[in-house]
C-alpha cells in the first residue's frame, strides 16, 4: 500500500491482533486518499475541493498518516497552480506546511520528495528540488523513478539531468 507507515502502524497494534481500531481507522484514511488521488487527477475545481474535503476526513481519522499530508500538499498545490485559492501565497506556505509535516512523519515516503521538487522548482530552488529527486530515488528504487517528472505552474520540468529514463 502507497504510505503505509508499517514502522508507526506496527507499534500501535496490540500483540497478536489486526483486527484493532488503529488499523480500521487506517484503512478507512487509506480509503479517502485513494479515492482523493482519482479525483485531483481530474483536474476540475469541483474534483479538487472534494479531493480536499476526503484528506481532511482522512487526516481526522489519522493524523499521523504522512501520505494523506503529501497528498493534501498536492491537492493544495493544484489549487495554487489553477488559481482557485483567494490567497496564492498562503496556500504555497499551506503546501510547504503540509510537506514539512510528511518529513516529520515519514521521510521515506516516495510522494512527498516527488511533491516537495515542484515548490522548490517554483522558487527557482533547484538544488533543494534536486535534493528531493534524490530521495525519491533512494528511498522507493525502480518505484520512485516514475515520478521523475514534478508538475509545476510553469509546466512540467525534468529533474535529472543524466538523461536515464525512469
Not at 119 to 134: E, F, G, S, T, V
Amino acid at each position: 500500500m502507497a504510505g503505509f507507515n508499517y514502522r508507526y502502524y506496527r507499534a500501535t497494534l496490540p500483540p497478536g491482533g489486526t483486527n484493532c481500531p488503529v488499523l480500521a481507522a487506517f484503512m478507512a484514511a487509506y480509503e479517502c486518499v485513494l479515492a482523493a488521488k482519482v479525483l485531483h487527477h481530474r483536474s476540475t475545481r469541483q474534483d479538487n475541493a472534494e479531493a480536499q474535503r476526503l484528506l481532511n476526513r482522512a487526516l481526522a481519522l489519522d493524523s499521523n498518516y504522512a501520505h494523506v499530508h503529501a497528498w493534501k500538499a498536492c491537492v493544495l498545490g493544484q489549487m495554487w497552480v489553477y488559481g482557485w485559492c483567494a490567497d496564492r501565497e498562503a496556500t504555497f506556505q499551506q503546501v510547504a506546511a503540509e510537506l514539512e509535516i510528511t518529513l516529520a512523519l515519514d521521510d521515506n515516503d516516495s510522494d512527498v520528495h516527488r511533491i516537495l521538487a515542484a515548490p522548490n522548482l517554483n522558487r527557482d530552488d533547484h538544488d533543494k528540488a534536486a535534493y528531493h529527486q534524490a530521495q525519491l530515488r533512494l528511498g522507493c528504487g525502480a518505484a520512485g523513478r516514475a515520478s521523475d517528472v514534478a508538475g509545476t505552474a510553469g509546466g512540467r520540468h525534468r529533474l535529472d539531468q543524466e538523461g536515464d529514463a525512469p
